[in-house]
T-cell receptor, first 111, second 115 residues
Framework: GESVGLHLPTLSVQEGDNSIINCAYS??????FIWYKQESGKGPQFIID?????DKRQGQRVTVLLNKTVKHLSLQIAATQPGDSAVYFCAETQAGTALIFGKGTTLSVSS | NAGVTQTPKFRILKIGQSMTLQCAQD?????MYWYRQDPGMGLKLIYY???????DKGEVPNGYNVSRSTTEDFPLRLELAAPSQTSVYFC??????????????FGSGTRLTVV
């Protein structure tokens, strides 16, 4: 079936570095994408979303890029902090369907 | 506090036992969902509901049942627990099934172990 996947299961960075977390999706009909952050023992928390009619969207310290040509999604975190350490999931959906989640990337930030 | 409340937080079941995972939301969301998360994996959709009295199967519905008698509550029932159902279960709700500025609101999860 259709699924959303992430390129790397783990990413380790130094505090202050910029982090880039990638995601490849397979359903070309998906038109809405969300990045979630999940800390240990907690449920996923919304970070940022993007619709398919956009290529880029910026939030506070985070930017999501969407490349529909190659069905690729990325999350950029500027000046990564220890509090950013968590598992990051991308999720996709199309009109009328529930979110489908990828496997997740574990981000580890060292001081 | 407004949000999604799940109970219990932890539970150990013996094979063949049954239990109900409770989920309640106070945001007046029409849409509610149950996901399971296996270690190191993403969330898989079990069941979802688009409103009171309406439920639909997700990716992995086998071994589970749901009901939606009110807008607020969406319990998940395991009738004959199996070790393959050992997982963390998340309930979520949303204003829209596929739209919405904030996506889904998730509960804190129920960690279930079947032995």
């Amino acid at each position: 079936g259709e699924s959303v996947g992430l390129h790397l299961p783990t990413l380790s960075v130094q505090e202050g570095d910029n982090s880039i977390i990638n995601c490849a999706y397979s359903n070309s009909a998906s038109d809405y994408f969300i990045w979630y952050k999940q800390e240990s023992g907690k449920g996923p928390q919304f970070i940022i979303d993007i619709r398919s009619n956009m290529d880029k969207r910026q939030g506070q310290r985070v930017t999501v890029l969407l490349n529909k040509t190659v069905k690729h999604l990325s999350l950029q975190i500027a000046a990564t902090q220890p509090g950013d350490s968590a598992v990051y999931f991308c999720a996709e959906t199309q009109a009328g369907t529930a979110l489908i989640f990828g496997k997740g990337t574990t981000l580890s930030v060292s001081s | 506090n407004a949000g999604v409340t799940q109970t219990p937080k932890f539970r150990i079941l013996k094979i063949g036992q049954s239990m109900t995972l409770q989920c309640a939301q106070d945001m007046n969301h029409n849409y509610m969902y149950w996901y399971r998360q296996d270690p190191g994996m993403g969330l898989k959709l079990i069941y979802y509901s688009v409103g009171a009295g309406i439920t639909d199967k997700g990716e992995v519905p086998n071994g589970y049942n749901v009901s939606r008698s009110t807008t607020e509550d969406f319990p998940l029932r395991l009738e004959l627990a199996a070790p393959s159902q050992t997982s963390v279960y998340f309930c979520a709700s949303s204003y829209s099934i596929s739209r919405g500025a904030d996506g889904y609101t998730f509960g804190s999860g129920t960690r279930l172990t079947v032995v």
